[in-house]
């Protein structure tokens, strides 16, 4: 079970509720709001944060957009890296999102490594975009803004021991494969090197704090 954010947390996590009130008070039509990082750095946390206490915010998590396994590039193993995610779908579903439409979310079965069923999601005021391919360059032009969460490798590997263990029941070596391939290799050759308009950064204590510029 993951722990409850602490009061440090939560003020910063009140300080980017008021942030993106803000940025929707002055937009017209949905806003897209992206929150990537590397995994295991807690943006899928924080994204949930921000689901429940946001009006009309739906989130859309862009991990399900990976291509089925079995059709994924040696090279490109884990949905860290851009040549595995299914871009045709992910592109005509974020278009649909810009227009207004309802938001296909397709649901990804680690069973049998194929995403072959979508939820249909109520349109809202505030699309947000759960994945750390929102740091790569090819996404932005479907975003408003973006938020970045970061944290220290070792929070990012004890994260991923206690969560890809736990609740994915994902071995022990294929955990490491996958912190060495997406933290080490593919978040830190692909991700942008522009600055977000939002960076946070989580202590291994889970505090969370905005960094400023």
Same mark, same amino acid.
């Given at each position: 079970m993951r722990a409850e954010w602490d009061?440090?947390?939560?003020?910063?996590?009140?300080?980017?509720?008021?942030?993106?009130?803000?940025?929707?008070?002055?937009?017209? !039509?949905?806003? *897209? @709001?992206?929150? $990537?990082?590397?995994?295991?750095?807690?943006?899928?946390?924080?994204?949930?944060w921000l %689901?429940?206490?946001?009006?009309?915010?739906?989130?859309?998590?862009?991990?399900?957009?990976?291509?089925?396994?079995k059709n994924r590039p040696k090279?490109?193993?884990?949905?860290?890296?851009?040549?595995?995610?299914d871009w045709d779908r992910l592109e005509d579903v974020l278009r649909d999102v810009k227009a207004g439409g309802p938001v296909r979310q397709p649901v990804f079965d680690r069973l049998t490594g194929s995403a072959t069923k979508e939820n249909l999601l109520p349109g !809202?005021?505030? *699309? @947000?975009?759960? $994945?750390?391919?929102?740091?790569?360059?090819?996404?932005f032009p479907y975003l408003?803004? %973006?938020i970045v969460v970061r944290a220290h490798l070792w929070t990012q590997l004890r994260t991923r021991l206690n969560r890809d263990r736990r609740e994915r029941w994902t071995?022990?070596?294929?955990?490491?494969?996958?912190?060495?391939?997406?933290?080490?290799c593919d978040y830190p050759r692909f991700a942008s090197k522009s600055a977000p308009d939002v960076s946070l950064y989580r202590k291994s204590n889970h505090q969370l704090y905005i960094e400023e510029s």
């Open positions: 009061p440090v947390s939560l003020e910063t996590l009140s300080r980017v509720k008021d942030w993106v009130e803000e940025q929707v008070r002055c937009h017209d !039509g949905p806003f *897209i @709001l992206g929150v $990537g990082g590397p995994g295991g750095s807690g943006k899928s946390r924080v994204a949930e %689901r429940v206490h946001v009006a009309d915010l739906v989130v859309l998590g862009l991990d399900d957009f990976r291509l089925p396994r090279h490109a193993p884990f949905g860290s890296h851009p040549d595995a995610i !809202g005021d505030v *699309i @947000l975009l759960d $994945g750390e391919i929102t740091s790569h360059e090819r996404m408003d803004k %973006r071995s022990l070596k294929k955990t490491l494969r996958i912190f060495y391939r997406s933290n080490l």
